[in-house]
């Protein structure tokens, strides 16, 4: 009895294995997440848990560049289809998130990661794996470097923040003793590692190094000690709540700038008002990674974009951290011809050329021996309550790169 | 009747502790409940002062279903019980105690009159009257315990073996100062292992085994029969 | 060198923040024998009805105190009745666990209007600083001082002196003894809930333009409640305010005197070494043995 009933169950196995293998060779293309009219990118970035605060506006920004490609016909006849998952910051789960997208959804590249610990632990799975990996806004230096085929950014990583600020520094008159605020996490110390690294040359000397903690709601011993110590400068590179707890406090117990901060704070005015007005943040600079203030004219474009998919969501900096790279991305996309496959895509990556970074203020070029794709950033300040670039006493880096 | 009680089942969880229970306290009597350790004594107690759910059969107090009701509410109705574990308040002092026995709608006046009438029936504690709870010896406790509840002025008092671990001495008094109060119109229902003292007390006993009632009987016919109840103790 | 009296006032001028957050830990405790650990979350709730109140419904600043205040203690209330009631009984671990489950549960509900941004909370007074015998202070920070000290007091008479102070009291030092003589323990429950919420929700509104308006805003003010509230015994109304004081300063002077790297967890060095010399904390008696 038994004997006769293989033979039905066989044909049946066989038509399903014949269906599905149909259904997959339907599509011209034969690379992962390409279909006929679909491109499957995943993203991951922390969506839930404290930085769900940035995780969402920094995402928006790249989802609203990718909206708006399909809207505008897509790429080759293709769409681009955005798989996100969430990463909580947090290591364990950015992996686990990245290998969901990477197994269970065949994605075709990854662009993500907002949080550099989180961001960092997943390198190694998308060098192993070979899925095209375009970083979000983590800044960490060790996610892009050593260049690895398959890891890009478009955001300025910590070192080079770090550097530029020192750059700044140096190029004030009669300044000698820097004082120094800081958090104590990978990201403040990525970017302290080229600040101490920088320090280190002739005519500046560290005269007060305070910790700052994160979610610390009083800045009064940094800034006791740092009075003492009366420094010609202040860098603090902190995150923007605690940076303005340190203004409010430098405030009021009577600490005078200048105060350089990193583009973490970018937001010059929301700083202010958080510190308590616009006379709590006088004397105080930052890097900018993006090409200017949230409502200038260099911002419309973007602003309008954001707006246009993301109506609730209120423009500030780090909406527009994302975008860089997903203008890097579509470009290479397109560029990469209609046979579109992982190699095409990593080739066209890596000859990017002063690609327009949206709100960005650089031009991404990338190149096989450099990945991390946008380095120039401008010095921003308040001047009668706008935020200025720096323009004819600082000479911002080239802005080519 | 002042109390009746029919079928009553309860327990903890799984283990069921009373399994069928009845009795009755007639009005201004003393009923005593004898019975050997873990024989659920104080369970019943405690279902009947609403501190633990019944899970079956009927509570009548003066003439009115009051099974399932809060302990606050079976309070107001005037059945108050001086726990086994007395449960004085430790940090309060003696007065503060009695004070908190008579909290639910009193006015000053009041409370100080019934204090007095405590303080008459324990001088002790009116010696005692600012010391913290928890400093007081084991048959001060149960005096306080006693005052505490006679402070609400119940119509009903539930008694949960008041005169365990305590001075012969103090029990005699005890024993004087619960019979002074019945006959002062107060029902008492009462839970002892000292079967001398519950004759003594008592106008009907009750004995119970696991969980229900094996016998019962006016006190006066069973005055000789201690032997008996000793028994049925074990 | 750093001026001694400038930490001091700065030190009891967040140790008041934190005595709050220790009182409406140690009202809990002492009633329900749980550590609540949604405590935080409380406190950012308040501080979001506030916020809400002044920014949306323009309400004045006081006004918006009192709604935050009110609706915290509402907010207490409910928490008591539908999540904790029903399992008040279960053994203290699980109660520990609910608060827990509460805690992630406020942060999620929290960051789905609040999530994408964060808020500033504008103090009460334009002034950023006044000079006290020339030491510089906020207003924010001496509101903040005041509002413990009257706190302190008036939670005093109210146990002192008032029927549900009393049952309170009573329910805290034997439920079965309040049940005794009669008191509702499930309104007490509820009560010293929202009494707790509602000290709660005007630390978070106090605290909130020092610290900024985020769904995670109050986890730090937890910590440093809960070291004011180990330190204070955890049964000790005074013992709470006290502690918060303590650490307050203590994180003050560490970081003034010794370095800024360890401030933050330097009353907890403290409290490790209390709690080595004396066990039941600076104003904890030795458990009584329970009547
Ligand atoms: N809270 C409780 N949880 C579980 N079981 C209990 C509890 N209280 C009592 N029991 C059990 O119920 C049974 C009856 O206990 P109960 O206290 O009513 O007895 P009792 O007659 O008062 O005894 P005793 O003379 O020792 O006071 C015993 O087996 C006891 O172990
Ligand atoms: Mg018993």
């Known amino acids: ?401 | 009747m002042m109390l009746e009680v029919r079928d009553l089942t309860a327990g903890y969880g799984h283990l069921r502790v009373l399994r069928g229970l009845s009795l009755d306290v007639p009005e201004g009597g003393v009923v005593a409940l004898l019975g050997g350790n873990g024989a659920g004594k104080t369970t019943t107690m405690h279902v009947l002062a609403g501190l633990l759910a019944a899970s079956g059969g009927h509570i009548r107090f003066r003439g009115e279903s009051i099974r399932g009701l809060t302990s606050n509410r079976i309070f107001a109705r005037g059945m108050t019980l001086v726990a086994q574990s007395r449960q004085l308040f430790p940090e309060m002092t003696v007065r503060e105690n009695l004070e908190m026995g008579a909290l639910v709608a009193r006015t000053r006046r009041e409370i100080a009159k019934l204090t007095d009438e405590v303080f008459d029936l324990f001088p002790r504690l009116l010696e005692r009257v600012d010391n913290r709870a928890a400093s007081l010896s084991g048959g001060e406790q149960q005096m306080l315990a006693t005052g505490r509840a006679l402070m609400s002025r119940p119509s009903l008092l539930l008694l949960d073996e008041p005169t365990t671990g305590l001075a012969p001495i103090i029990v005699h008094e005890l024993g004087r100062i619960l019979r002074r109060l019945n006959e002062g119109g107060l029902t008492i229902l009462v839970v002892e292992q000292n079967v001398q003292m519950a004759l003594k007390l008592a106008d009907t006993v009750y004995v119970m085994r696991n969980g229900a009632v094996v016998m019962h009987a006016p006190a006066s016919e069973v005055q000789d029969s201690a032997e008996m109840f000793r028994s049925y103790l074990s | 060198m750093v001026n001694l009296l400038t930490l001091l006032v700065a030190g009891l001028a967040n140790g008041s923040l934190y005595a709050l957050v220790a009182l409406g830990l140690v009202l809990i405790y002492k009633t329900q024998d749980v550590v609540n650990f949604a405590h935080g979350e409380i406190l950012m709730a308040g501080a979001f009805i506030g916020f809400s109140a002044y920014t949306f419904l323009h309400l004045p600043y006081g006004w918006s105190l009192v709604a935050a205040v009110l609706l915290g203690g509402l907010l207490g209330a409910v928490i008591e009745r539908v999540a904790f009631r029903r399992v008040a009984n279960q053994h203290h671990i699980t109660l520990a666990m609910v608060t827990v489950g509460l805690s992630v549960l406020m942060k999620g509900l929290a960051r789905i209007p609040f999530g994408r941004d964060i808020n500033t909370y504008p103090p009460a007074f334009k002034a950023d600083r006044v000079v006290l015998w020339g030491i510089p202070i906020s207003p924010q920070h001496l509101l903040t001082i005041a509002m413990a000290a009257s706190l302190a007091v008036a939670l005093y008479l109210f146990f002192r002196f008032t029927a549900l102070g009393k049952k309170m009291r009573a329910t805290q030092q034997t439920i079965v003894g309040a049940q005794l003589v009669g008191i509702n323990t499930g309104n007490v429950f509820a009560s010293t809930w929202a009494l707790a919420a509602m000290i709660g929700a005007a630390a978070g509104v106090l605290a909130a333009p020092l610290s900024l308006l985020y769904p995670d805003m109050g986890t730090n003010f937890l910590l440093k409640g809960f070291a004011a509230a180990v330190l204070g015994g955890f049964e000790s109304v005074p013992g709470a305010i006290v502690g918060g004081f303590i650490v307050g300063v203590v994180e003050m002077l560490f970081g003034g005197f010794v370095s800024t790297v360890f401030q933050q967890v330097s009353a907890f060095f403290i409290i490790i070494l209390v709690l080595f010399l004396k066990p039941d904390g600076l104003f904890g008696r030795r458990a009584l043995a329970r009547v």
């Open chain 1, 1 to 401: 009895m038994k004997r006769y009933r293989i033979l039905p169950t066989s044909a049946l196995a066989l038509c399903a294995a014949l269906a599905l293998m149909g259904a997959r060779a339907a599509p011209a293309a034969a690379e992962e997440g390409v279909t006929a009219d679909t491109i499957r990118v995943g993203m991951f970035g922390p969506l839930t848990g404290p930085v769900s605060i940035y995780g969402y506006p920094i995402n928006d920004g790249a989802l609203a560049v990718y909206k708006a490609t399909n809207d505008a016909g897509g790429i080759n006849g293709r769409k681009i289809e955005v798989i996100q998952e969430d990463d909580a910051c947090d290591p364990a789960k950015s992996r686990a998130a990245v290998k969901k997208l990477i197994s269970r959804d065949h994605v075709f590249a990854i662009h993500g990661g907002s949080c550099s610990g989180a961001t960092f632990a997943t390198r190694d799975t998308m060098i192993d794996e070979e899925v095209p990996f375009m970083v979000m806004a983590a800044t960490l230096d060790k996610i892009s470097l050593p260049v690895n085929r398959y890891v890009y950014t478009t955001t300025p990583p910590g070192t080079s923040d770090g550097a530029e600020i020192v750059r700044f520094i140096r190029s004030m008159p009669n300044v000698k003793r820097v004082g120094i605020v800081r958090h104590v996490d990978e990201w403040a110390n990525a970017k302290m590692e080229s600040i101490n690294a920088s320090l280190e040359q002739p005519g500046l000397t560290v005269v007060a190094n305070e910790v700052l903690d994160r979610n610390a709601t009083d800045a009064t011993t940094q800034v006791l000690h740092l009075k003492a110590a009366k420094p010609d400068v202040v860098i603090f590179v902190t995150y923007p709540a605690e940076g303005a707890v340190f203004l409010r406090d430098a405030r009021k117990y009577d600490l005078a700038g200048p105060f350089i901060g990193t583009n973490g704070v970018t937001d010059l005015l929301d700083l202010a008002q958080r510190a308590g007005g616009l006379n709590a943040a006088t004397d105080v600079y930052a890097t900018a990674f993006v090409a200017g203030p949230v409502g200038s004219p260099a911002m419309a474009a973007s602003t309008a974009l954001l707006k246009k998919y993301y109506p609730d969501d209120r423009p500030q900096s780090v909406s527009f951290y994302g975008m860089s790279g997903a203008y890097a991305v579509v470009d290479a996309l397109r560029r990469a011809g209609p046979n579109l496959t992982r190699k095409a895509f990593l080739d066209a990556l890596e000859s990017t050329k002063n690609l327009p970074a949206g709100p960005a203020f650089c031009k991404i070029n990338i190149t096989p021996e450099n990945h991390q794709g946008c380095l120039a950033q401008q010095m921003w300040t308040l001047r009668d309550g706008k935020i200025v670039a720096l323009g004819e006493t600082w000479s911002p880096t080239n802005p080519t790169n």
